[in-house]
């Protein structure tokens, strides 16, 4: 799933022409499991219009497809410090809201983003946290901060992300420091308490590590929100996830139209689409994922999927949360820091 990967910086500048006439196909690159099937059905039958569909598992994968030029895409759907990069090398074009209806429907930390004021590029379409997944069985205790991650009594039995800024986001915050932090000094912090935390380690892993904290295998895990650990969640009683009282991190999912869209008409079809609260219902009824969409709640059919901090994270434990943002120039303090965590 979702969420923020380390960024990779290529630079390419597209554009294309917006109008894409009345077209009769739509291409989009999506996060693989963020767009079902039956949405994209249900899409084809109400407008006529033949959708391609193929997904990516990272950004940056996205983000190169694009910058190669001609990639035919229409629809684009980036993460938050993503769509910063987007902007930045003119991969996407700005969005006209009068084609637009619905912006209205989005909850109120959706509508005027900090990496996309005004929503001029991009329409949020779903959204997690970054936190804490234990088994209290394990633990024997509740857990509620990432010093649990640092403690000698769960060594071998802990997992991180295998993702260089979700890792940061543990190393700045148990430091009590931000996690969008791009201080060369914080990030040195940071960077010697990951080393130091790795002889805790049962390893880095962004795949299973919910199957392996719901059998046992290991006590806790750094992990993203979302319909794995949703699932595991709601599937055993003894599975926890928190967002740690650091604060841990937001991310957003959104869609965005392609600079070269060639059916630009159509990618508008489908904005005011996903902006419907019963399609933007969809995406925590099908596929357990958080809907940005305020007004999709009363088409939610499940009340336990509401009340899942693994999908919706509770109010108060979002208040420290931060977004992981485009760290820009000090993305080199990152990168070569994660080396030599990675190295140790």
Known sequence: MAAAAALALTGCAGGGDSTGGDST??????????????????????????????????????IAKLASGGSGYDIVQPSQYAVQLLIGQQLIQEIDHDQVDGMDNLMEKFRDPSFDPGNKYSIPWVWGTTGLLYNEACTGEEITSWKSMFDEKYKGK??????????????????????????????????????????????????????????????????????SVAQAVADNPDVKYVLPEE????????????????????????????????????????DLMATANAAAAEFITDEELLNNPAIFAPEEQLENSEFIVDPGEAMRFYQDGWTRVKAS
Do not use: H
Request: hydrophobic share 45%.
């Open 247 to 286: 604060g841990g991190s937001l991310w957003t999912d959104s869609f965005a139209i392609a600079a070269d869209a060639p059916n630009a008409d159509a990618a508008y079809k489908w904005l005011n689409f996903i902006l419907r609260p019963e399609v933007a219902a969809a995406a925590t009824n099908n």
């Open 158 to 227: 802990i997992y991180m992300l295998d993702n260089m800024l979700a890792a940061y986001i543990v190393g700045l915050q148990v430091n009590g420091l931000s996690a969008t932090s791009t201080s060369e000094e914080d990030l040195e912090i940071a960077t010697q308490t990951l080393i130091d935390q790795k002889a805790l380690l049962a390893g880095y892993n962004s795949t299973n590590y919910y199957e392996l904290v719901a059998s046992g295998d290991a006590c806790m895990a750094e992990a993203w929100g979302g319909s």
């Open 25 to 62: 196909s739509l291409n989009i690159y999506a996060w693989a499991g963020e767009v079902s099937d039956s949405m994209v059905k249900e899409f084809e039958e109400e407008t006529g219009i033949s959708v391609t569909l193929d997904t990516f598992d990272s950004n940056e994968t996205m």
